[in-house]
């Protein structure tokens, strides 16, 4: 047997496991609540749930007495035993049986003649299965109950709230434990609590929510990453531009954004009779710079960059943290080109994304999605299908001769062209998707984006958007997560911090040094505070300051400073000059560790 196949094999097991467990939950709550009503319980991503209508509400100090319950009927090892009876006999068992929302799926869903019921101790379950045969297939040790939340029955809101009890299992203890470790060490590296203990940014009730207020420490890595990226793209001949974030909605009529972001347009309006929308997307500008010259072929290609911001009226409700915001800082970019050089482009755009993210020590933790059309749908994209086909051969060639080994996933294209899609894994293990280079043979036509080819006719150029960084929003986050706030030397908010042991004797060489660190441009900071030494040490280290000086009689003496360095602690006494030699050279070389 290859592999695939046997990893096939354990996920389908898995999911049947995890189904089974919400059968034994049911019969746990059952045991627990005699009046229980069953909604569905369906194996999920990691899990499983199940919705119950409960007589109480439930507390978390339940899920343990349920797991004992659960734990027991394991070890009684109660079959899950199926039987298949007409549609006729399960209404009539459910409707004695008080259970309303059987009786519904029954009447909506589970119309066939025959169904199938399956029976765990006293519980009995409409359901199509599988299921293991009996519960002492389940290791009683590799699942857990993890949250009880409120559920709609059906997910419509005009419907009764259940209460759902959430549970996670694997096939061992072990993956169970792994897997509970990585979700307490997602929680500890939270954007959002690191975001606030290191001071990066804020959100302000008067501004409103999904509108991140960045402080001075949160903009130097926003600033540091454009730097970063600016610096590569000019290397391939980006040029940078500025667009506004308004536009008329012809603009984007036009582009055709008006109809596929119709609802989450924000519309600006005024008393002297103005009618704007915030752009949803940054290209139709771009493709208006584009537009406002004669072109040549020999101008091409023309390449254009900037990061701005892009405005998107999310659900209230979705908003939260860095992930979903109304207002997205986008570093966006796209190439103007012939037919003939979109391989040339698209060859210097995965350049540019493996240079990028090798530095963040990213690239080689990834994979590549070459996202075409679902083919069964069709009008769900713009432009002409021969165009798509072009550009979708086109993409395979490139996947191929720069061993990017993408796997073709239908489905997943943008409206207008497919696109390369870059999954990378961070520092847990979770999988984020940011830069695309997608090819688009559609909006040139909608604004007429022409050159003039050698014979002296007009051709429509070939638009590629790329998008390395994506939204420095989302990178941000991502960022803090995956450094856990500990952020490379060249990220750092603060590179230095130096700490006299006392303010009263060192302070005039601590400011000495500070001063000549800010001439050397290295972010530093100075502690002047009256707290004993062990106190500023520890504030740095909460801080994740690289580097914490600490300065004495000694080093006053000898012009030196005892560095303290971030995971590393006492690294001896350094010379001064020779300290800010090393710092810059490492600040220089961007080490991602
Ligand atoms: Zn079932
Ligand atoms: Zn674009």
Redesign the pocket.
């Known amino acids: 047997m290859n592999k695939n196949q046997s990893v096939k094999k354990d996920n389908f097991n898995i999911e049947i496991s995890r189904?089974?467990l919400?059968?034994i939950l049911a019969t746990a709550v059952l045991e627990m609540f005699p009046e229980a009503k069953f909604g569905v319980?369906p194996a999920i991503e990691n899990g499983f749930y199940y919705d119950f209508g409960l007589p109480r509400t439930l507390i978390p100090e339940d899920l343990p007495i349920l797991e004992e319950k659960m734990r027991k009927i394991i070890k009684q090892n109660l079959s899950l035993e199926k039987r298949e009876i007409t549609h006729k006999e399960a209404v009539e068992h459910f409707n004695k049986a008080k259970q309303k929302y059987k009786v519904e799926i029954l009447a909506t869903e589970a119309k066939e003649k025959f169904v199938s019921v399956?029976k765990t101790g006293a519980f009995v379950?409409l359901?199509?299965?599988p299921?293991i045969d009996s519960a002492g297939e389940i290791d009683s040790q590799s699942f857990k109950l993890t949250k009880i939340a409120g559920a709609y029955w059906r997910g419509d809101e005009k419907n009764k709230m259940l209460q759902r009890i959430y549970g996670v299992a694997f096939n061992t203890p072990k993956e169970l434990n792994d897997y509970l470790r990585q979700q307490e060490e997602a929680e500890k590296r939270d954007h959002r609590k690191l975001g606030k203990e290191l001071d990066l940014f804020t959100f302000s009730d008067l501004v409103g929510s999904g509108l991140p207020l960045y402080t001075p420490k949160g903009v130097v890595i926003i600033d540091e990453l454009k730097k970063h990226i600016e610096k590569i793209c000019a290397k391939y001949g980006f040029k940078k531009v500025m667009t506004p974030h308004l536009a008329k909605i012809d603009l984007f009529k036009l582009s055709g954004h008006a109809g596929k972001f119709n609802k989450e347009l924000f519309h600006v309006s005024s008393s002297q009779g103005h009618d704007f929308v915030m752009k949803p997307v940054q290209c139709p500008h771009q493709a208006q710079i584009y537009a406002s010259k004669q072109r040549s072929y020999r101008d091409l290609p023309i390449r254009y960059m900037e990061s701005e911001k892009q405005y998107r009226a999310e659900k209230s409700g979705e908003v939260g943290g860095l992930n979903r915001v109304y207002a997205i800082t986008v570093e966006d970019g796209h190439s103007f080109c012939r037919v003939e050089q979109v391989k040339e482009e698209i060859i210097n755009m995965v350049n540019i994304i493996k240079n990028f993210y090798s530095v963040i020590g990213l690239w080689g933790n990834h994979w590549v999605s070459l996202s075409v059309r679902d083919y069964k749908h069709p009008e769900k994209y713009i432009g002409d299908p021969k165009d798509w086909d072009k550009c979708e051969k086109m993409l395979e060639e490139i996947s191929k001769e720069m061993e990017l080994d993408a796997k073709k996933i239908e489905g997943e294209a943008a409206v207008y062209g497919p696109k390369l899609d870059f999954m990378f894994k961070d520092a847990v293990g979770k999988e984020i998707q940011i830069p695309t280079v997608q090819l688009d043979f559609a909006m040139p036509k909608r604004f007429n984006l022409v050159y003039t080819n050698e014979r002296g006719k007009e051709e429509f150029v070939v638009m590629v958007h790329r998008a390395i960084l994506g939204s420095y929003e989302r990178f941000l986050a991502l960022m803090i997560e995956h450094f856990a706030g500990a952020f490379p030397l060249w990220l750092s908010p603060v590179q230095a911090k130096i700490l006299p042991i006392s303010t009263e004797k060192h302070l005039e060489y601590a400011k000495k040094i500070y001063e000549e660190f800010l001439a050397s441009d290295i972010r530093a900071e100075l502690d002047e505070s009256n707290e004993t030494l062990g106190k500023k040490i520890r504030a740095g280290e909460l801080q994740k300051i690289p580097y914490l000086l600490i300065v004495g009689d000694k080093e006053m003496k000898e012009n030196t400073v005892r560095v303290r360095q971030r995971g590393k602690g006492d690294i001896g006494e350094m010379n001064l000059t020779k300290f800010l030699e090393r710092i810059k050279m490492e600040i220089e070389n961007k080490k991602s560790k």
Do not use: I, L, P
């Open positions: 189904h089974s919400s059968h319980g399956y379950d359901c199509r299965g299921h």
